[in-house]
């Protein structure tokens, strides 16, 4: 079964490119979002594997702010994130604390190869360190 990548951006375009590209070129299941869920628990019942969050939503920094609340979450919490973002300056100033979470940075734009890879890599990550439940 193909993994299912949940994927939130404010540029329809984007979301639409990286939809087509993941769905058709990775292989995976894509749940778009063109808006932050208004609670960290509808996140929850999607149970994505990866999720891929814009850091500015127009002039706001909404995407940290959720990303915050994502990681605060038990449920979301060990749910892998790759942070995009084309505000160089904004992810600059918490650069060390995505790296000292692990939360990898897809800066726009970027090359569609980059995009899987960076996919196919955190979810490897995610499998190779998730717990194993004994049958």
Known sequence: MSAHLLIIDDDPSILEMMRLVLEEEGGYQVTIAEMIFEDVID??????????????????????????????????????????????????????????????????PFHLDELLDMVEKCLAHAASTSPKIEA
């Open 43 to 108: 996140v929850e019942r999607l149970q994505p594997d990866l999720i891929l969050l814009d850091f500015r939503f127009g002039a706001h920094r909404d995407g940290w702010d959720f990303l915050q609340k994502l990681k605060l979450h038990r449920p979301t919490m060990h749910i892998p994130i790759i942070l995009c973002t084309a505000g160089l300056a904004d992810v600059l100033q918490q650069e060390a604390i995505l790296e000292q979470k692990g939360i990898p940075i897809l800066y726009k």
